[in-house]
């Protein structure tokens, strides 16, 4: 099992699609659980590609390549995970904000929303604010999150938290949000319940976040 995640994560940090997809397969041919093929596997690949970028060691074409390598190891295992019994976590509705294109940290949220069990309605990219509302009015998620990347879209945040309020429904739901230069004290500041700084610890401090409030 530990040579098939160091596998994973190997092919998955060269951005090598096929082999990916390969050896995901091969691991769940072998048995493999297909949550700690998710979340042992390809998340701490991806953290690692987050980090050598940070640190210069990457660039944009490979960490796209990354990326897209692992979106098509999710095609292999979203049936997968969909088949275990991961429970019924909740209902998220998560997009990226009004002016903003970035989706790869966004999509990593979704994908650990998924793999904790999560129903999860992906709005996508550049969503305007009423978006968001009319969405959390259709889907009635227990939780909504929102990510940003730039510094100029990240006032959308609070635009939007403002949106629901005046819709009437903004407890009706946690917010949860993310991205590169957004903080706990931003997020404290426009009033959202939950900053995740990495798609890894989403899921747990959104757990933490309805325990406290039970
Ligand atoms: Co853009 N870009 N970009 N870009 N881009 C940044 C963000 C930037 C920091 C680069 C830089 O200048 N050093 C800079 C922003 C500066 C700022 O505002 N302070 C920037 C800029 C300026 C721009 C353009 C304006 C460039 C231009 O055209 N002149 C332009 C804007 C387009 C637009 O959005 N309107 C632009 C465009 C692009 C591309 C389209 C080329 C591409 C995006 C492709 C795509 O997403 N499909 C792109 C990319 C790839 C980047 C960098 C290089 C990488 C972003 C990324 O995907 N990181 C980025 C530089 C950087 O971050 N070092 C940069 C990997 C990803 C896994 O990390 O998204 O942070 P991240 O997500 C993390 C956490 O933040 C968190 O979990 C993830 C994983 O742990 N997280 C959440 C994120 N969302 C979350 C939501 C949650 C929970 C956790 O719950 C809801």
């Keep these: ?126 969503q305007p604010n009423e978006k968001f509302v009319e969405a959390a009015k259709e889907h009635k998620p227990t939780l909504l999150g929102m990510s940003a990347l730039l510094t100029t879209t990240m006032p959308r945040m609070g635009e939007v938290i403002n949106s629901l309020k005046e819709a009437g429904i903004r407890d009706q739901m946690a917010v949860i949000i993310g991205g590169a230069p957004v903080t706990q004290e931003f997020a404290e500041e426009i009033g959202a319940d939950i900053y995740a700084p990495n798609a890894g610890s989403a899921v747990d401090l959104a757990r933490e976040y309805f325990e406290s409030k039970a």
Excluded at 80 to 92: F, P
């Design 1 to 126: 099992m530990s040579s098939d995640l160091g596998k994973i994560s190997d092919a998955l940090t060269k951005g090598n699609v096929d082999e990916l997809k390969e050896v995901v397969q091969q691991a769940l041919d072998n048995d493999a659980v297909p949550a700690d093929l998710l979340n042992k596997g390809l998340l701490p690949g991806m953290e690692a590609v987050g980090q050598k970028w940070k640190n210069g060691e990457m660039f944009m074409p490979e960490v796209l390549r990354c990326a897209k390598a692992m979106s098509g190891a999710m095609d292999i295992l979203r049936p997968r995970l969909a088949k275990e019994d991961l429970g019924s976590a909740g209902k998220m509705v998560i997009g990226t904000v009004s002016g903003d294109l970035h989706d790869i940290g966004k999509d990593l949220a979704a994908m650990m929303f998924e793999g904790a069990g999560y129903e999860v309605v992906n709005i996508g990219i550049d």
